[in-house]
């Protein structure tokens, strides 16, 4: 088989347009690719045909918008236009149901429709997160629904995306890309593409179930590594050590060719990943009669920690002088991890129901997410800035960081705030020297481990 892809000048169709196929898409039309989106949401491809992007991702609203200003990249709802391009990138969404199955509607629909559009020559990358085995069982087979067979006809490789939100621009240019193709042939192709394209390096693997498990363990180790830092926080603040201090002294050993790296202890593990992959990966290990301890371990200790920071601010008002159910609490960021706008799972949302639940009046701020997608989400409206939400307050706690905080003056917000005031430091984010400084203004610190 000749693959399309092997000319100067190549199309690409990107199926499934959220955060991963945006970021693709703009990312391959930014080099000067013809990429067609193709998405069943309506609302969506207008929106980026209007020039809009809803996704709170730095530089992505604009890439967008060039790519489509320049001619670049064209979004549709019709499957047809598939058919018109060299490579096809699926990146629809595979969320998981009860006992970490995966919710397989996306990705059916998705496969059906490439295989009634395909043609000879052309080559599937398939990126969405899937158990094992999926790619080969589930997907092949309904891309061959529409005639043609794969290895012969087309081809395809299993390229797990590995961005994470805040830097995905970023992360798509300088992350190698794990390459799993249906034969050696699929394979080659997958990584020429690649590394003509978007001049990454790429890692072969044997298999596609290997490149699919790697996306796994990617996702596991992250979250397992980020349960080590939580449990090691609550330990520390037990025996009143610092962890950050402990953490710092403890990545200083070199150990398998890098150095041991605990991640930073926080308020929790949300986004859509982090809180889903662990579990695919659990229930594909059981099937297989195969109990993965510590993905349960790590999962339960991860989400554990809202709870924990609830209580630690109910505490530290308390000694304060002011009893939770009379405390006002300022909530600044509240997106699931530092610099995105991204509420999905996010840890935040416990806090600050288990605060609310507890009496206190809360207010929130977060300039990433758009008010109406705070108010949808926490039944609260959300402060207009900073400062409104830090009036009066006994206890502002930081619980997502983004640059834009970078620019609040602590100190005129001190003067705000209720006399004895509690900062709470959810991300681990205040080196000692800021720590200093806040006691200084008259705060009372805390973090978590700290
Ligand atoms: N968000 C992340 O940071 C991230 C990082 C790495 C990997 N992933 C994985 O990448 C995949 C996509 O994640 P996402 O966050 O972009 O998901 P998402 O939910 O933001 O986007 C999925 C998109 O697919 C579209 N879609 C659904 N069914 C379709 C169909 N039949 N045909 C065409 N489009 C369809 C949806 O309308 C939606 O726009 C998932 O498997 C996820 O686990 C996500």
Same mark, same amino acid.
């Given at each position: 088989?000749?693959?399309?892809?092997?000319?100067?000048?190549? !199309?690409?169709?990107?199926?499934?347009?959220?955060?991963?196929?945006?970021?693709? #898409?703009?990312?391959?039309?930014?080099?000067?690719?013809?990429?067609?989106?193709?998405?069943?949401?309506?609302?969506?491809?207008?929106?980026?045909?209007?020039?809009?992007?809803?996704?709170?991702?730095?530089?992505?609203?604009?890439?967008?918008?060039?790519?489509?200003?320049?001619?670049?990249?064209?979004? !549709?709802?019709?499957?047809?236009?598939?058919?018109?391009?060299?490579?096809?990138?699926? =990146?629809? @969404?595979?969320?998981?149901?009860?006992?970490?199955?995966?919710?397989?509607?996306?990705?059916?629909?998705?496969?059906?429709?490439? @295989?009634?559009? *395909?043609?000879?020559?052309?080559?599937? $990358?398939?990126?969405?997160?899937?158990?094992?085995?999926?790619?080969?069982?589930? &997907?092949?087979?309904?891309?061959?629904?529409?005639?043609?067979?794969?290895?012969?006809?087309?081809?395809?490789?299993?390229?797990?995306?590995?961005?994470?939100?805040?830097?995905? *621009?970023?992360?798509?240019?300088?992350?190698?890309?794990?390459?799993?193709?249906?034969?050696?042939?699929?394979?080659?192709?997958?990584?020429?593409?690649?590394?003509?394209? *978007?001049?990454?390096?790429?890692?072969?693997?044997?298999?596609?179930?290997?490149?699919? !498990?790697?996306?796994?363990?990617?996702?596991?180790?992250?979250?397992?590594?980020?349960?080590?830092?939580?449990?090691? #926080?609550?330990?520390?603040?037990?025996? %009143?050590?610092?962890?950050?201090?402990?953490?710092?002294?403890?990545?200083?050993?070199?150990?398998?060719?890098?150095?041991?790296?605990?991640?930073?202890? @926080? &308020?929790? &593990?949300? %986004?859509?990943?982090?809180?889903?992959?662990?579990?695919?990966?659990?229930?594909?290990?059981?099937?297989?009669?195969?109990?993965?301890?510590? /993905?349960? =371990?790590?999962?339960? =200790?991860?989400?554990?920690?809202?709870?924990?920071?609830?209580?630690?601010?109910?505490?530290?008002?308390?000694? +304060?002088?002011?009893?939770?159910?009379?405390?006002?609490?300022? /909530?600044?960021?509240?997106?699931?991890?530092?610099?995105?706008?991204?509420?999905?799972?996010?840890?935040?949302?416990?806090?600050?129901?288990?605060?609310?639940?507890?009496?206190?009046?809360?207010?929130?701020?977060?300039?990433?997410?758009?008010?109406?997608? $705070?108010?949808?989400?926490?039944?609260?409206?959300?402060?207009?800035?900073?400062?409104?939400?830090?009036?009066?307050?006994?206890? +502002?706690?930081?619980?997502?960081?983004?640059?834009?905080?970078?620019?609040?003056?602590?100190?005129?917000?001190?003067?705000?705030?209720?006399?004895?005031?509690?900062?709470?430091?959810?991300?681990?984010?205040?080196?000692?020297?800021?720590?200093?400084?806040? !006691?200084? +203004?008259?705060?009372?610190?805390?973090? $978590?481990?700290?």
């Amino acid at each position: 088989m000749r693959f399309l892809l092997d000319r100067e000048e190549i !199309t690409v169709s990107v199926v499934g347009l959220g955060y991963v196929g945006s970021c693709v #898409a703009a990312s391959l039309a930014g080099d000067g690719v013809d990429v067609v989106g193709v998405d069943v949401n309506t609302r969506l491809v207008e929106e980026i045909r209007a020039g809009r992007c809803h996704l709170r991702e730095p530089g992505l609203p604009e890439a967008l918008a060039r790519a489509h200003g320049a001619g670049r990249l064209r979004v !549709t709802t019709d499957f047809a236009a598939i058919s018109d391009t060299d490579v096809v990138v699926v =990146a629809v @969404g595979t969320p998981i149901g009860e006992d970490g199955v995966l919710a397989e509607s996306q990705v059916r629909s998705a496969a059906a429709e490439i @295989g009634r559009c *395909l043609r000879p020559g052309q080559l599937v $990358i398939f990126k969405s997160t899937v158990p094992p085995g999926t790619t080969r069982d589930l &997907v092949v087979p309904l891309l061959e629904g529409g005639g043609l067979v794969c290895g012969r006809d087309f081809g395809v490789a299993y390229c797990p995306e590995r961005l994470s939100q805040g830097s995905a *621009l970023a992360e798509i240019r300088e992350l190698p890309v794990v390459v799993g193709g249906w034969d050696a042939h699929s394979g080659a192709a997958a990584e020429r593409f690649w590394r003509s394209r *978007l001049r990454v390096r790429t890692v072969a693997c044997s298999s596609i179930e290997a490149a699919e !498990t790697v996306k796994l363990l990617n996702n596991w180790w992250i979250d397992h590594n980020i349960a080590l830092a939580n449990e090691l #926080a609550r330990y520390c603040s037990s025996i %009143g050590v610092d962890a950050m201090e402990v953490i710092a002294a403890t990545n200083r050993v070199p150990k398998g060719g890098g150095s041991i790296n605990v991640l930073s202890p @926080g &308020v929790g &593990v949300g %986004g859509s990943c982090l809180t889903k992959d662990p579990w695919m990966l659990w229930r594909s290990a059981r099937d297989r009669g195969v109990h993965l301890n510590t /993905v349960v =371990a790590a999962r339960e =200790a991860n989400d554990a920690m809202p709870a924990y920071v609830a209580g630690l601010i109910a505490d530290g008002v308390g000694e +304060l002088g002011t009893p939770v159910q009379r405390a006002r609490v300022a /909530v600044l960021g509240l997106s699931f991890k530092n610099n995105t706008g991204d509420l999905r799972s996010t840890p935040t949302l416990p806090v600050v129901a288990a605060l609310r639940d507890a009496g206190a009046d809360v207010a929130v701020y977060d300039p990433l997410v758009p008010p109406e997608e $705070i108010s949808g989400t926490f039944g609260l409206d959300p402060s207009p800035t900073a400062e409104k939400a830090v009036a009066g307050a006994d206890c +502002l706690a930081v619980l997502a960081w983004h640059d834009e905080f970078a620019d609040l003056d602590l100190a005129a917000l001190r003067t705000l705030t209720a006399p004895d005031c509690l900062f709470l430091d959810g991300r681990a984010h205040f080196d000692s020297q800021t720590v200093e400084s806040l !006691t200084g +203004l008259g705060f009372t610190y805390r973090g $978590i481990g700290r």
